[in-house]
């Protein structure tokens, strides 16, 4: 039995045949068709009707969505000009090609019997997961009957994500705000729930940052059509749906295809990116999928959709781990007369996950904590090489691993560009420079010693300051009353309390980390 025909009147069989065709579901009164469609049962040996059923219903109810058609009005005509202007340099002042050593290391004072040794925090004891093996995950969601599915590969997971119809559609011509209201249209008439809810569920199974989310969708947009025009449209419609504050932004077209380009807010100030202001809101051409460079006039819509209103939050992007063959790194340096060697271990994904990131601000990297194999693998052989001493003396031996393990070289010397570090790139990487010391200082202090610390950043410097919890002689500077005492990771052999010589007697600007971890 064919329920959809068999519910048509005669009026709407003569109307489908005037013109030439079959009658479609949706031209049916709406409130009739709804009413019909909820009273009818889906009988468990007619799947072809189920599956009708309930792509119908869904597309009913997207395309009678109040704020579907409120966003499509604005969508059709509510457009302005507006300058999208070059970002903002990271770090404009620039560092020494190389650095001063202190001329020996200072003996420390002698301690006694008050001063305060550190307490080394126990690692919980727990199995260290394998990175070559995949997490376990819930059931994945079937695509509808007669739906498709992409396979995708994302740091080394492989993926399967459903696809409608639509979202295989170009976007031909140049943009117009009505070829792009109706591009929007006919995506949010299809019935898309599969792949939002498996977008969903990838997110939470991975523990996907924004930033992967983000990163994901443009993967799987690239799956699905072709060209780059409608990638993008594909992942601002998405993105939309998925509650982000997507915004298209287009310059007047060329050629057939014109120039279209896909920016949203973020929780951090990001360098290095070009970004126009709305509504006191900075909206960046993120390089979600590689590099953007873009500048100048473009027009974009007013207003937003309304359930989206989600910035791409950094600061947690850390949450996320990738998945692959592990590599090793070894970090040999003395200590206490002592040659030591560290073996650090992680996937390869995991850096290039990193480099995808754009510049943030220079608080955001000793956030960023260690995959959780990796920081529990790295601090069980550094654990022993602090217990037992005094926190100073601890101290002095993360700055002697930070100072001495690794080579040094400014950013223009080894990428050609200004690149912030993350601790894991400081560990990955032969050389590093001294903001990307500081962080993994700070991380380690923070971690292994659980001291409050600080950034100090001077132009064109980035060193770093330990509260103790007594005095210890030497430079310090004074923080909502808490005296930090300068340590700098860069300054190859000094102490707590030795300042860089071109640096002394300078007031530096303060970084507070940690506060909200």
Same mark, same amino acid.
């Given at each position: 039995?064919?329920?959809?025909?068999?519910?048509?009147?005669?009026?709407?069989?003569?109307?489908?045949?005037?013109?030439?065709?079959?009658?479609?579901?949706?031209?049916?009164?709406?409130?009739?068709?709804?009413?019909?469609?909820?009273?009818? $049962?889906?009988?468990?040996?007619?799947?072809?009707?189920?599956?009708?059923?309930?792509?119908?219903?869904?597309?009913?109810?997207?395309?009678?969505?109040?704020?579907?058609?409120?966003?499509?009005?604005?969508?059709?005509?509510?457009?302005?000009?507006?300058?999208?202007?070059?970002?903002?340099?990271?770090?404009?002042?620039?560092?020494? =090609?190389?650095?001063?050593?202190?001329?020996?290391?200072?003996?420390?004072?002698?301690? =006694?019997?008050?001063?305060?040794?550190?307490?080394?925090?126990?690692?919980?004891?727990?199995? &260290?997961?394998?990175?070559?093996?995949?997490?376990?995950?819930?059931?994945?969601?079937?695509?509808?009957?007669?739906?498709?599915?992409?396979?995708?590969?994302?740091?080394?997971?492989?993926?399967?994500? $459903?696809?409608?119809?639509?979202?295989?559609?170009?976007?031909?011509?140049?943009?117009?705000?009505?070829?792009?209201?109706?591009?929007?249209?006919?995506?949010?008439? +299809?019935?898309? !729930?599969?792949?939002?809810?498996?977008?969903?569920?990838?997110?939470?199974?991975?523990?996907?940052?924004?930033?992967?989310?983000?990163?994901?969708?443009?993967?799987?947009?690239?799956?699905?059509?072709?060209?780059?025009?409608?990638?993008?449209?594909?992942?601002?419609?998405?993105?939309?749906?998925?509650?982000?504050?997507?915004?298209?932004?287009?310059?007047?077209?060329?050629?057939?295809?014109?120039?279209?380009?896909?920016?949203?807010?973020? =929780?951090?100030?990001?360098?290095?990116?070009?970004?126009?202001?709305?509504?006191?809101?900075? @909206?960046?051409?993120?390089?979600?999928?590689?590099?953007?460079?873009?500048?100048?006039?473009?027009?974009?819509?007013?207003?937003?959709?309304?359930?989206?209103?989600?910035?791409?939050?950094?600061?947690?992007?850390?949450?996320?781990?990738?998945?692959?063959?592990?590599?090793?790194?070894?970090?040999?340096?003395?200590?206490?007369?002592?040659?030591?060697?560290?073996? &650090?271990?992680?996937?390869?994904?995991? &850096?290039?996950?990193?480099?995808?990131?754009?510049?943030? =601000?220079?608080?955001?990297?000793?956030?960023? +904590?260690?995959?959780?194999?990796?920081?529990? !693998?790295?601090?069980?052989?550094?654990?022993?090489?602090?217990?037992?001493?005094?926190?100073?003396?601890?101290?002095?031996?993360?700055?002697?691993?930070?100072?001495?393990?690794?080579?040094?070289?400014? !950013?223009?010397?080894?990428?050609?560009?200004?690149?912030?570090?993350?601790?894991?790139?400081?560990?990955?990487?032969?050389?590093?420079?001294?903001?990307?010391?500081?962080?993994?200082?700070?991380?380690?202090?923070?971690?292994?010693?659980?001291? $409050?610390?600080?950034?100090?950043?001077?132009?064109?410097?980035?060193?770093?300051?330990?509260?103790?919890?007594?005095?210890?002689?030497?430079?310090?500077?004074?923080?909502?009353?808490? &005296?930090?005492?300068?340590?700098?990771?860069? @300054?190859?052999?000094?102490?707590?309390?030795?300042?860089?010589?071109?640096?002394?007697?300078?007031?530096?600007?303060?970084?507070?980390?940690?506060?909200?971890?």
């Amino acid at each position: 039995m064919n329920w959809p025909m068999k519910s048509q009147t005669n009026a709407e069989k003569t109307t489908a045949t005037r013109q030439g065709k079959q009658m479609l579901p949706l031209l049916v009164c709406g409130t009739c068709l709804m009413t019909a469609l909820l009273a009818l $049962p889906a009988s468990a040996d007619n799947a072809d009707y189920a599956a009708w059923r309930q792509q119908t219903l869904g597309e009913f109810q997207r395309y009678l969505n109040d704020n579907d058609q409120a966003f499509l009005k604005r969508l059709e005509s509510d457009w302005r000009a507006i300058d999208l202007l070059r970002g903002e340099p990271v770090d404009s002042v620039p560092k020494p =090609d190389s650095l001063p050593e202190a001329p020996s290391l200072p003996e420390a004072p002698e301690a =006694d019997d008050n001063t305060p040794k550190v307490r080394i925090a126990a690692l919980p004891d727990i199995t &260290i997961p394998d990175l070559r093996e995949p997490p376990q995950f819930s059931p994945p969601v079937m695509p509808p009957r007669g739906g498709q599915a992409v396979e995708v590969s994302f740091y080394n997971y492989d993926l399967s994500l $459903p696809y409608t119809q639509a979202m295989q559609s170009r976007f031909d011509g140049p943009p117009s705000p009505e070829a792009i209201a109706a591009y929007y249209k006919q995506q949010a008439s +299809a019935p898309m !729930d599969n792949t939002l809810d498996q977008l969903r569920q990838w997110q939470s199974s991975l523990q996907l940052s924004d930033w992967a989310t983000a990163q994901l969708i443009g993967t799987f947009s690239e799956h699905v059509v072709a060209d780059d025009t409608s990638r993008t449209l594909l992942s601002w419609f998405l993105l939309l749906q998925m509650g982000f504050d997507a915004r298209l932004a287009y310059q007047d077209a060329t050629s057939d295809s014109g120039n279209v380009w896909l920016l949203l807010p973020a =929780d951090e100030l990001v360098y290095e990116t070009s970004f126009f202001t709305l509504d006191n809101t900075r @909206y960046y051409a993120l390089p979600i999928r590689g590099p953007v460079d873009v500048s100048g006039p473009v027009r974009t819509y007013s207003g937003q959709f309304k359930k989206a209103d989600q910035p791409l939050r950094f600061s947690h992007v850390d949450h996320f781990n990738t998945m692959g063959e592990p590599i090793e790194h070894r970090l040999s340096f003395s200590l206490d007369g002592q040659q030591q060697t560290i073996t &650090i271990r992680y996937p390869l994904s995991q &850096i290039a996950y990193l480099d995808s990131l754009p510049q943030l =601000d220079l608080k955001a990297y000793p956030l960023n +904590a260690l995959p959780e194999a990796t920081r529990q !693998d790295f601090f069980r052989q550094m654990r022993p090489l602090l217990n037992g001493k005094s926190e100073e003396d601890a101290v002095t031996a993360l700055l002697t691993f930070v100072q001495t393990a690794f080579a040094y070289k400014t !950013d223009e010397q080894q990428f050609q560009r200004e690149n912030y570090l993350y601790p894991l790139e400081t560990l990955h990487y032969p050389a590093s420079d001294c903001e990307d010391r500081a962080a993994l200082f700070a991380l380690l202090v923070h971690e292994l010693l659980g001291l $409050p610390v600080v950034l100090t950043d001077y132009p064109g410097h980035v060193a770093a300051a330990v509260a103790f919890s007594a005095p210890v002689k030497g430079d310090n500077l004074t923080l909502d009353g808490q &005296i930090y005492t300068v340590t700098d990771p860069t @300054y190859v052999n000094a102490r707590a309390g030795m300042t860089m010589p071109e640096y002394a007697g300078q007031s530096p600007a303060i970084v507070s980390l940690f506060s909200d971890r």
